[in-house]
């Protein structure tokens, strides 16, 4: 026992120095941190810039070359040297490939509101994993009031009352093993904080942020007043909004746009050329003849005429249009569950409301008459471990609840819905 404390004791001093303050923040506070100094979410966005660049890259010309010819020897007699420029042309090229650049920063910045999307509900989540620890400790701690006061109780009846020896070894027992069972809650709690912090991800960050609630038995948690709206409307939302389906569609998009990008690579690019042409009059025998040259060349898709690449481009259409398919296909079973979920966790959690309240009566009433002597031990512990199930039914039900809603919220792919009040 004096251990395991001792651990915990360590365990506390090697993390706690590691923030020098404690705040305690509101969910739309956590999720507007997350948003704004997240390094996963800044990283993220930078691949934007990075396709802005790329655009100008698809749509860059090609440099010219410089050329040059100097004949040496008899040859030199009746043929001139030469030097000038040579530019190479794509046809029908840059545009498609510049459209492409374009789509692909069209799907990262989609990619980005989705992962904007999923740090929210990440935020959301970790958030109420720590009101949900604190829950857990209040429990214990309100139960280990109720084991110290049963042990105090046991130990002040007089000794050669029926079961005192017994009565005093049991309450001595679940006392001391309540403390380990709250000092594990707390060790859960602090791991839930971290948590928190970790999602939020802010860099060099001194500060422990903390949820602004207590416990989920606080009065008016506006967690508990979420309505969604008819589960056609929420289906109807997700297929016209989702993240997801919108990136699927661009994919498509692409898809097609590389067909073309593989069928314009048949059009022959051209090279134009000219310059500077001469022999000198020792090169002549006479007079020195100045002049100048032009020329033209072409790729010829003569050996390979891009059939491969073709049919790969419109395998992949095929593929992007099966894959946006099957996406909207899972996406309405899941709606579904989630949906289903929500509505009976929602049930439940009302039945749990009120079997707590009538759970903390009864638990109150043999209190009282354990505390007169008209009642055993064994009784009160009987009641007091109902109470105590009573009670992590009643979280739990409210943790599914919420989850429920986050996975709604998930698969709906669109914050247009999403609730970040707490």
Do not use: W
């Amino acid at each position: 026992m004096k251990k395991l404390i001792t651990t915990f004791i360590l365990f506390f001093m090697i993390c706690l120095p590691a923030y020098s303050d404690v705040q305690h923040i509101t969910l739309d506070e956590a999720v507007s941190l997350a948003l704004e100094h997240n390094l996963d979410l800044k990283s993220k966005r930078k691949q934007a810039e990075e396709l802005e660049q790329d655009i100008k890259i698809a749509n860059a010309l090609k440099n010219p070359q410089f050329q040059s010819n100097f004949l040496m020897g008899k040859v030199t007699r009746g043929n001139s040297s030469q030097f000038g420029m040579n530019v190479p042309i794509e046809i029908s090229k840059r545009g498609i490939r510049k459209k492409i650049a374009q789509t692909d920063l069209e799907i990262v910045k989609k990619e980005i509101r989705e992962k904007e999307l999923d740090l929210k509900i990440a935020v959301m989540r970790n958030y109420f994993s720590v009101i949900y620890a604190k829950s857990v400790v209040k429990i214990l701690q309100d139960r280990e009031k109720l084991f110290k006061n049963m042990m105090v109780i046991s130990q002040q009846r007089t000794k050669n009352s029926p079961n005192y020896k017994l009565d005093v070894l049991q309450s001595q027992i679940k006392y001391q093993k309540q403390v380990v069972f709250l000092n594990k809650a707390k060790a859960n709690l602090l791991v839930a904080q971290f948590e928190l912090n970790n999602t939020l991800n802010i860099k060099d960050s001194q500060t422990m942020y903390d949820t602004v609630e207590s416990s989920l038995f606080a009065n008016n948690l506006s967690i508990l007043d979420l309505n969604l709206l008819p589960y056609q409307d929420i289906e109807d939302t997700a297929m016209k909004y989702s993240y997801s389906l919108s990136i699927a569609q661009d994919n498509i998009q692409r898809s097609e746009q590389k067909i073309t990008e593989a069928k314009h690579k048949r059009i022959p690019d051209i090279s134009v050329g000219g310059g500077y042409a001469y022999q000198t009059a020792r090169q002549t025998g006479g007079e020195a003849l100045p002049g100048a040259y032009v020329g033209v060349s072409a790729d010829i898709p003569l050996l390979y005429f891009y059939n491969p690449e073709i049919k790969k481009a419109k395998i992949t259409l095929e593929r992007s249009n099966l894959n946006k398919e099957s996406f909207e296909n899972h996406l309405r079973y899941a709606l579904k569950e989630d949906y289903n979920k929500f509505k009976y966790s929602k049930e439940n959690m009302g039945y749990y409301s009120s079997i707590l309240q009538e759970s903390q009566t009864i638990l109150d009433e043999h209190t009282k008459r354990y505390e007169k002597g008209q009642s055993t031990l064994l009784n009160l512990l009987q009641v007091e471990t109902m109470h105590q199930e009573t009670l992590r039914d009643y979280i739990d039900a409210i943790q599914k609840y919420y989850d429920a809603y986050l996975d709604l919220m998930h698969n709906v792919g669109h914050e247009i819905l999403l609730n970040t009040d707490l």
